[in-house]
T-cell receptor, first 116, second 112 residues
């Protein structure tokens, strides 16, 4: 199983709503990532979790709040978003993040988020 | 700052021809590189990777070449098929971690 599963696939939310994106992998990977991708642009890193601890926050606004409940799950909690936050949100995982050799990162299909 | 870029934003090829997608990177500390394929509405799909101790790596119909002297990476696709139509991204790790830095992407359009 080399699959990263993201739910929901599509999400429309108002600027006052609170919603969560979910990501799951069962490959035993100890690193998980959130990326944001705007149309016709490359993915941009938001957060990295390594061994369930937040390792990198790429200066992401606090209206995005990540959570890693266990080694298989990664959530992204959304609150008071702006229309410019509309994008494809991608989750990825890799065996390790650092110090133990590089391995490929596997991506989910993404959540297409629209903020209205 | 450090960046990964591509020479051609769009590449149009005939079905059956070979495709070559190029990528220039500027972070000399990068020692691991990946090519991803992204189809419309989907997440990036791993194609092939290469470490800096190698110059060439082959997969099924794909070959990645790494030239560290000029900091250049290329992806060769043999006998390009309509299903190969997608955006292709190169990514580098920056040397220290698995924090991937993506290039700007090349749209490969395969003409029947």
């Amino acid at each position: 199983d080399t699959e990263v599963t993201q739910t929901p696939k599509h999400l429309v939310m108002g600027m006052t709503n609170k919603k969560s994106l979910k990501c799951e992998q069962h490959m035993g990977h100890r690193a998980m990532y959130w990326y944001k991708q705007k149309a016709k642009k490359p993915p941009e890193l938001m957060f990295v979790y390594s061994y369930e601890k937040l390792s990198i926050n790429e200066s992401v606004p606090s209206r995005f709040s990540p959570e890693c409940p266990n080694s298989s799950l990664l959530n992204l909690h959304l609150h008071a978003l702006q229309p410019e936050d509309s994008a494809l949100y991608l989750c990825a995982s890799s065996q390790y993040f650092s110090g133990q050799g590089d391995t490929e990162a596997f991506f989910g299909q993404g959540t297409r988020l629209t903020v209205v | 700052g450090e960046s990964v870029g591509l020479h051609l934003p769009t590449l149009s090829v005939q079905e059956g021809d070979n495709s070559i997608i190029n990528c220039a990177y500027s972070n000399s500390a990068s020692d691991y590189f990946i090519w991803y394929k992204q189809e419309s509405g989907k997440g990036p799909q791993f194609i092939i990777d290469i470490r800096s101790n190698m110059d060439k790596r082959q997969g099924q119909r794909v070959t990645v070449l790494l030239n560290k002297t000029v900091k250049h990476l290329s992806l060769q696709i043999a006998a390009t098929q309509p299903g190969d139509s997608a955006v292709y991204f190169c990514a580098e790790n920056g040397g220290a971690t698995n924090k991937l830095i993506f290039g700007t992407g090349t749209l490969l359009a395969v003409q029947p």
